[in-house]
């Protein structure tokens, strides 16, 4: 009976030890990954398309997250292209109606949009004025209702490829441009939210075709990459501006290789610049991910990195970035048709997790995704196949963002609790660190003297620990203003000093 007994509690015992061994790594991998199900988006017999990677289609500020596409639903048998978008305030749980944005005979396509706040901007291909031609509009309540279409540009070589983005109330576009008699590229910028804009300014002048710019910013330092093709092949070039965007530096050829390096996404977080492209070194039938980042804002930057290895096309890809923690999302043919795919880094790039396949269309294809960060969650929109025709899509990862998380992260902790920024008095970026012991829905606002809200830095759902956020002052005039954190019924408020 003693042995019966010795031998039962030995595979109980071993029995909970594999039990344990499961669970930890169920754990280990979802802590990696949580992606939801996907939600199609759009719903009609014509084409919705998203654009190439160096124009996001997808933007968030808190709980709400902005989507735009192109859409041929109004004139199918013309294809008449016009831009479409639609909003989700809960975090992306449901959405909204689809919203007709534009309204003409002619092409409207290749959107891009940013948002600050309350307001959200957007940009687009247009071929109303008889050839491609940048347009802006924009939405001063979140995405409720959009005042009228602004023509940006005037070439009559044409115009294309717009790419946007904003901090605070500046907001800055490049795109390429034929007016030199070949693709140059073009920025401008507005500085009053978007009412008025700058005139055209030349970034490039080379004998080859430069264009599919994209652009980063944070505060004033201004980061552009772009295809370019001076060297006889295609290489990815970069510039930065310091003063954001009134002068500029000199190019800098980042690629030296003989092969085409295409479709740069670029991202910023601090001084740390995050770069990637498709490159087809390895094989001209073998487009592969590549990396690279500066951690001096764009000064010096570090090696090429291979992100991917895979027997077939690794390409379009793009980057989101939130402190330490960088997302990539990529088209990819090794399952023999085009699926996206995933993977990020939680070390400012040193090291990168496994390659996550996110969608399994049925040799369908899936295609031009985009992604953002809102928080703790990674938002991500594609075009797909699967339904006959072009459908707009869309997938979470409601824990994907470890944001900020300092490295005792894991090492929980015991109280709720709002630090004082750093550095103060500050100008113009602070960071500002909060600790939450228990998951829950976290608000952190920002309000001037006077106790206006002046910025929402944090509305949404936080697993328990140590976060960091940086605030951008760079459009706000010296002063004192306060920041009050809310959490779970803990409520603290602190006064920072920015001094210009």
């Known amino acids: ?11 109980t015992i071993k029995m909970k030890t594999v039990l344990i061994i499961l669970l930890i790594l169920i754990l280990t991998n979802s802590s990696y990954t949580q992606w939801l199900p996907e939600a199609r988006l759009t719903n009609d017999p014509a084409a919705s398309n998203t654009s190439f990677n160096n124009s996001w289609c997808v933007a968030s500020t808190g709980s709400v997250i902005h989507v735009v596409w192109y859409d041929t639903r109004d004139l199918l048998m013309n294809s008449n292209n016009e831009i479409y978008y639609k909003r ?10 689809d919203i007709r944005l ?3 005979t002619s092409q409207s396509h290749s959107p891009s949009i940013a948002v ?3 307001t959200v901007h957007l940009v687009w291909n247009d071929t109303r004025d008889g050839d491609d031609e940048i347009y802006y509009k924009r939405s001063t309540d979140e995405g409720t209702s959009w005042g009228a279409d602004t023509r940006m540009t005037n070439s009559p070589g044409g115009s294309y490829s717009p790419s946007l983005t904003v901090s605070g109330t500046t907001v800055h576009l490049v795109w390429d441009d034929s007016r030199n008699g070949n693709q140059e590229i073009y920025y401008k910028r507005s500085t009053d939210g978007g009412i008025s804009w700058g005139a055209d300014t030349r970034m490039t002048n ?39 965007g009134v002068s500029w530096g000199t190019d800098t050829r980042l690629t030296n290789n003989a092969s085409a390096s295409r479709y740069a996404s670029v991202a910023a977080s601090g001084s740390d610049i995050h770069l990637v492209w498709h490159d087809n070194r ?36 793009s980057i989101a970035v939130s402190g330490q923690a960088a997302h990539l999302v990529w088209q990819d043919m090794r399952d023999a048709d ?9 070390d400012g790039g040193i090291s990168w997790g496994a390659d996550i396949r996110l969608t399994n269309s049925a040799a369908a294809f899936s295609g031009f995704p985009s992604v953002t960060i809102s928080g703790p969650t990674v938002h991500l929109v594609w075009y797909d196949y699967r339904d006959g025709n072009y459908e707009i899509y869309y997938k979470r990862d409601p824990t994907g963002n470890p944001v900020g998380i300092e490295p005792n992260g894991n090492n929980l902790p015991d109280n709720f609790s709002l630090g004082q920024n750093y550095p103060n008095p500050f100008n113009p970026v602070t960071n500002i660190n909060f600790s939450i012991p228990r998951s829950g829905i976290v608000k952190l606002v920002v309000y001037d003297a006077l106790g206006k809200q002046a910025a929402e830095l944090v509305d949404g759902e936080y697993n328990a620990g140590s976060y960091k956020v940086d605030f951008d002052a760079t459009e706000f005039s010296s002063g004192i203003y306060f ?18």
């Open 1 to 11: 009976m003693h042995i019966i007994l010795s031998n039962f509690k030995e595979k």
């Open 88 to 97: 989700s305030t809960d975090g992306g749980l449901s959405w909204g109606a």
């Open 102 to 104: 534009t309204n003409n």
């Open 116 to 118: 600050s706040g309350s």
């Open 206 to 244: 080379s004998a080859g075709l430069s264009k599919y710019a994209s652009i980063t910013v944070l505060g004033t330092v201004v980061h552009v990459a772009w295809d370019d093709q001076r060297d006889g092949n295609s290489e990815i070039y970069h510039k930065r501006s310091t003063d954001g």
């Open 282 to 317: 390895n094989g001209i039938l073998n487009d592969e991910i590549y990396y690279k980042r500066s951690t001096d804002e764009g000064v010096s930057w570090g090696i090429d990195t291979r992100l991917t290895n895979s027997s077939s096309h690794s390409w379009y890809p």
């Open 338 to 346: 085009d699926e996206i795919y995933y993977k990020r880094t939680t």
């Open 483 to 500: 920041y009050r954190i809310e959490a779970d019924g803990f409520t603290e408020i602190k006064k920072m000093v920015l001094v210009k």
